[in-house]
């Protein structure tokens, strides 16, 4: 135990002074003698052909070798004679990696790109004020696969920056300080996300802009600062606009191997040292140091330098003029991946499990976290939907440690929820987002185990899922050891869940039959009492129930597998069977399949017969249909019609697929008939006979509320059009109950009961009278799956 009590400080210690023991050039560089600014070379073939292209005028009176022999004794003379500007040298002079061979290398004797290491804390603050050169670098292995192509004739440096042209008032209150303040322990951690200066740019933020070697005669302004702006004589006080040149693929792929290396060598301390830590802290909570203050300041300034590094890389890997083969480094590295694993979400573990003595540090790091992942959400598109789900993720966790107000914690929650929401829109199908969102939910029982059950009833579900929802059912069924957090929920919710925590678990059947009646006996006066607002309760019911159906996300759903059965063979056909096959993925690792299990179509008979007695999928079925049942009693009540729809939208899904479409025999088609025709007489009739369920022609046709919440899930990959979602609402007013809405929402249930009368199994349309039969009468088929 000893030796990780004095880790912290041997490396606080480490970390703030080993900027001074590598200030030389390395031995194995060649610096230029005739640059002004001082650039390096790997080897005397470089700098002979450097010095050829850009100080031919020097070597004229030489003969090759001589010059060779020259040029080798002057740069020797040079390091030796200390008169180099080593101070301004931050990428090249030691070995960076091939770019066909980055790889994430902890060896410990890897260089740094600029040849000497940074500090921790003070290195690290200074990059704010401290602009770096960029001198050119030469790769020997690139030189030799892409000889006469790959030669950078000028060096990529950044222009000293002159702050007056930032503060014309001159005020020192505008310029950024080298030193951090230590007026108290929580105003030294720095939340200020700043970029390095290497590719800061107050014009462009992507804009590279190398410069000529500046000759002893350029001119300089007053205050003995480089003119970098340029002037004119007849306008002194106009500032004009830079010179900028475009950047070659050379100097971009140089850059980005630079920037590599850096990045490598930082992100190899910070898992070296949350490791450390995480083997502290998992002896005890009790028995663990606490950190001082210089140690979180070491700590945050190097997960922020990391944070730096990786902004670098993208903006130089993914710039405009890149090439395509440097576009896909970052995710042939997994770039974004290991941003957030080993630039945040390892240290934001580590400052959870020190809580409460890490609040100020946490809360420091999360906004400092939140406003890179929000730079890159604007700059880097390519991976827009990993930064939407981090940004998310950061939101929850700032509404995780916020225990004193309760407004601040509603805030950071609906933040969460709105980036997650974003995510879901862009990725309707990948359950984990949905996971996230019943997680934010609490403690609304009933929107929680809507969120699960559809995390598991995606086309790419959330096996977690299914222990995470352990967690609300534990307290509903009376089983969990601590206060029941869901007790303020009405009894029908409670009723409601409890039967669906009995199918999820499998217990017995007496005690799933007393829950359901027990939920259906106050649904009538519910659904009466809460008037509008059980439209999304009415939601919620619909999709848990259908979750029931395949066996909330289980591996072994025969349902699950026969929908996957017919999903091949319409992808065989000529016809491809949605958006949904073809969307991206997240770039974030997805999910094992765990839904591969190929079924033959002589197994179907075998598997139907068999899932006809499944215990979860037969009471499920039931638990569906009675509860559609009372539901559809309530004639010209426009509250109930969203549930309505969505189970409408399955039983039409159902219905072409014809491994399935019998189950479909024992729906209440009498309720269904009875409800239609209430609805018909508002309406009128030749329109939705002639008119397409989704108007995709009319400019003003809009998805409905629900179309959100039923996109994505396994059953529905085939109901919406593929342009359905091209027009959708903003995301305040997708959700809006206006007349129009209404209106709409009236219209989609009569297509969908005319579209399932063609079928002529179920419900039957008369043409001349204008109203729908039923031509099953499903009572006593109900009644019968009752008594079984």
């Not at 946490?362 to 906004?367: D, K």
Request: hydrophobic residues 35%; glycine residues 4%.
């Amino acid at each position: 135990m000893s030796t990780h009590v004095d880790h912290p400080s041997r490396y606080v210690t480490a970390l703030l002074t080993q900027a001074k023991t590598a200030e030389a050039i390395p031995s194995d560089a060649l610096p230029c003698p005739y640059c002004h600014h001082g650039r390096i070379f790997q080897s005397i073939d470089q700098l002979f052909a450097h010095a050829k292209s850009d100080h031919a005028p020097r070597l004229t009176s030489l003969d090759p070798q001589h010059a060779r022999a020259h040029l080798q004794e002057a740069a020797l003379r040079i390091k030796t004679s200390g008169t180099d500007q080593s101070s301004e040298f931050t990428a090249g002079g030691g070995s960076t990696p091939d770019m066909t061979a980055l790889t994430l290398d902890t060896a410990k004797d890897r260089h740094s790109p600029s040849g000497k290491k940074r500090p921790a804390e003070a290195a690290f603050h200074s990059r704010r004020t401290k602009p770096p050169s960029h001198p050119e670098v030469l790769d020997s292995d690139l030189s030799q696969e892409n000889s006469g192509i790959i030669h950078v004739s000028e060096p990529l440096k950044s222009k000293p920056r002159d702050y007056r042209h930032y503060d014309t008032k001159g005020s020192k209150a505008s310029r950024p300080s080298p030193k951090p303040s230590n007026t108290d322990p929580s105003s030294n951690v720095s939340t200020h996300t700043s970029r390095p200066s290497r590719l800061r740019r107050p014009q462009h933020a992507q804009t590279y802009q190398p410069k000529p070697t500046a000759s002893p005669a350029t001119p300089h302004d007053a205050s003995g600062s480089e003119d970098i702006y340029g002037s004119d004589r007849r306008y002194p006080d106009l500032i004009l606009q830079p010179e900028s040149r475009p950047i070659s693929q050379e100097q971009l792929a140089s850059e980005v191997k630079s920037i590599y290396a850096g990045l490598s060598m930082v992100e190899s301390k910070c898992i070296h040292v949350d490791r450390g830590q995480a083997a502290v802290l998992k002896d005890g909570s009790e028995s663990y140091p606490k950190l001082a203050s210089d140690h979180w300041q070491a700590l945050i300034a190097l997960h922020r330098t990391l944070l730096h590094e990786h902004h670098d890389f993208f903006l130089a890997s993914q710039h405009p003029s890149a090439s395509p083969a440097l576009r896909r480094l970052a995710a042939k590295y997994s770039m974004p991946a290991r941003m957030w694993k080993h630039g945040i979400h390892s240290f934001l573990e580590l400052l959870r499990r020190r809580l409460p003595e890490s609040i100020d540090y946490m809360l420091a790091f999360i906004y400092l976290a939140y406003q890179m992942m929000a730079l890159l959400y604007e700059t880097v598109p390519a991976f827009e939907d990993t930064w939407i789900e981090c940004l998310g993720d950061l939101g929850r966790y700032r509404m995780a440690i916020e225990d004193e107000n309760p407004r601040d914690r509603e805030t950071w929650a609906a933040v969460a929820r709105s980036w997650y929401s974003k995510a879901a829109d862009k990725n309707p199908s990948v359950g984990r987002l949905y996971h996230h969102l019943a997680i934010l939910a609490r403690p609304n029982a009933l929107q929680q185990l809507y969120y699960y059950s559809r995390s598991l009833n995606c086309v790419r579900p959330f096996p977690s899922a299914r222990e995470s929802i352990l967690t609300l059912l534990d307290p509903i069924l009376n089983r969990a050891n601590t206060a029941n957090t869901y007790s303020q929920n009405l009894p029908v919710d409670t009723g409601f869940i409890q039967a669906h925590g009995v199918l999820f678990e499998k217990l017995s059947a007496d005690r799933f039959e007393d829950a359901r009646l027990s939920f259906q006996s106050q649904l009538d006066h519910h659904i009466g009492r809460m008037t509008a607002i059980w439209k999304d309760q009415g939601i919620y019911i619909a999709i848990t129930n259908l979750a029931g159906l395949f066996d909330y996300g289980n591996s072994d759903s025969i349902l699950r597998q026969i929908i996957d059965l017919h999903s091949r063979q319409k992808s065989q056909t000529a016809n491809p069977s949605s958006d949904y096959d073809d969307e991206s993925r997240s770039p974030s690792p997805a999910e094992p399949d765990q839904y591969s299990i190929n079924m033959s179509e002589s197994e179907i008979s075998a598997k139907l017969t068999t899932l006809s007695s499944d215990f979860t999928f037969s009471r499920a079925y039931l638990l569906t249909m009675t509860t559609l049942s009372l539901v559809l009693r309530r004639i010209g009540d426009k509250n109930v019609l969203p549930h309505v729809h969505i189970l409408l939208a399955f039983f039409s899904s159902f219905a072409s697929i014809g491994y399935v479409a019998h189950f479909l025999d024992h729906g209440p088609w009498t309720e269904l008939a009875a409800f239609l025709n209430a609805l018909l007489s508002s309406e009128r009739p030749e329109k939705f006979m002639s008119g397409a369920v989704f108007p995709t022609d009319q400019v003003d046709a809009l998805p409905l509320p629900e179309d959100y919440h039923v996109r994505g899930q396994i059953w529905s990959q085939w109901y919406f059009p593929e342009t359905w979602f091209a027009r959708e609402h903003d995301e305040e007013d997708r959700y809006l109950e206006l007349a129009s809405t209404s209106r709409a929402r009236t219209e989609r249930v009569l297509h969908l009961g005319y579209r399932l009368s063609t079928f002529n199994r179920w419900l039957s349309y008369d043409t001349e009278t204008h109203t729908f039969s039923a031509i099953i009468d499903s009572s006593a088929n109900t009644s019968s799956d009752e008594s079984t």
